[in-house]
């Protein structure tokens, strides 16, 4: 029973905070598509699919090596790219290191920001909604005064931690 809630809690939670993230899904394949394009007119059809996987002579290739290097898996790409020779070295640098920098990070964290962002806000509302149904009574008062000492004794105070789920992050 309260597995199945809490996964439930966070399912709710993900998908309340996926209308933010689809902007930024938008994005992420915005720049993909550009950084595959790119890559397309730098070293396609150089016959370095024959050389490594990572290559950009076609579409989905191309995408796949941009979302590897977004990802963080740039070195593997780089590396191979250079030794395959199909392009100045300066020129095959430049466009995974722009790639990784745009890419990795400053949109796939953003990315990974809204979801985190959601999960806190879900949080943060669930804190208030219990503070309120408690506030009125005896009982309800004495137990938050209890948990407010638990976790000042603890030498946490509520910004320095989150709790999903009834489990405590950091």
């Given at each position: ?136 009574s005896p009982e309800g008062e004495e137990q938050q005064l209890l948990d407010e000492n638990e976790s000042h004794t603890k ?16």
């Open positions: 029973g309260r597995v199945w809630g809490s996964l439930n809690k966070a399912l709710n939670t993900f998908y309340k905070g996926i209308m933010p993230v689809a902007s930024l899904a938008v994005l992420v394949l915005l720049f993909t598509l550009i950084f595959a394009i790119l890559g397309k007119e730098i070293f396609g059809d150089t016959g370095l699919a024959e050389k490594t996987r990572w290559n950009y002579d076609k579409p989905i290739p191309a995408i796949l090596t941009v979302m590897a290097i977004f990802t963080g898996e740039w070195a593997a790409a780089l590396h191979e790219t250079i030794a395959a020779d199909v392009a100045p070295k300066g020129m095959t640098v430049f466009f995974v290191v722009s790639a990784l920098l745009i890419g990795h990070f400053v949109v796939i964290n953003l990315f990974v920001a809204e979801l985190v962002n959601a999960f806190v806000a879900e949080e943060r509302t669930e804190k208030d909604k219990k503070a309120k149904a408690t506030a009125g030498g946490e105070t509520d910004d320095d931690r989150l709790t999903l789920n009834g489990v405590t992050c950091f």
